[in-house]
């Protein structure tokens, strides 16, 4: 099955920088690479994702780069702001192109600072 | 375009009895997947129905089964509940065929 290994664990920025966040995943065959946003008591909510034809994906602050040489991938958020914090989860399929069955991340916990 | 939705919101049980959660997919979709999140953990991948069969599980025990309806919503069933059920119970839709998923509010189940 996939290993998804995420760094770092927790992350603090200033208002106004950027935040990047990175995965590591175990099975060559992956081809399907999600993040989400987790707020407080809140559901995960798929903020991008990126399909292992392609090697960048931005939409407005946020984008996702992908290397599958090195089997990693990573979220980059530019202009972090207040509403930005939220604990960050990555994951890609079990078992190399399964539909819909992901293997999550241990999440990263960002703080953005006023 | 009605998302995906769960019931209960929170259920308080005790060790040994049996707890029932329900889904709804989003509108559209045929599949529901559901994951157990334990606090300070990243969701863990319990099963998968589609077409109101079990298409792949993850590594729970028996005790947790499901069911799926014709009209795609979902039931997960846990038996002999134990302290360590505790947890955020997610469910996910999606297409059949397709990668994106979209997670319901949850289900917040407390054992004592």
């Known amino acids: 099955g996939e290993n998804v290994e995420q760094h770092p664990s927790t992350l603090s920025v200033q208002e106004g920088d950027s935040a990047v966040i990175k995965c590591t995943y175990s099975?060559?065959?992956?081809?399907?690479f999600p993040w989400y946003k987790q707020e407080l008591g809140k559901r995960p909510q798929l903020i991008i994702d990126i399909r292992s034809n392609v090697g960048e994906k931005k939409d407005q602050r946020i984008a996702v780069t992908l290397n599958k040489t090195a089997k990693h991938f990573s979220l980059h958020i530019t202009e972090t702001q207040p509403e930005d914090s939220a604990v960050y989860f990555c994951?890609?399929?079990?078992?190399?192109?399964?539909?819909?069955?992901?293997?999550f991340g241990q999440g990263t916990i960002l703080t953005v600072h006023p | 375009d009605a998302g995906v939705t769960q019931s209960p919101t929170h259920l308080i049980k005790t060790r040994g009895q049996q707890v029932t959660l329900r889904c709804s997919p989003k509108s559209g979709h045929d599949t529901v997947s559901w994951y157990q999140q334990a606090l300070g953990q990243g969701p863990q991948f319990i099963f998968q129905?589609?077409?109101?069969?079990?298409?792949q599980r993850g590594n729970f025990p028996d005790r947790f089964s499901g069911h799926q309806f014709p009209n795609y919503s979902s039931e997960l069933n846990v038996n002999a509940l134990l302290l360590g059920d505790s947890a955020l119970y997610l469910c996910?839709?999606?297409?059949?065929?397709?990668?994106?998923?979209?997670f319901g509010p949850g289900t917040r189940l407390t054992v004592t």
């Open positions: 099975d060559s065959a992956s081809n399907y």
């Open positions: 129905y589609y077409e109101e069969e079990e298409r």
């Open positions: 996910a839709s999606s297409l059949a065929n397709g990668y994106e998923q979209y």
């Open positions: 994951a890609a399929p079990r078992g190399g192109t399964s539909y819909g069955k992901l293997t």
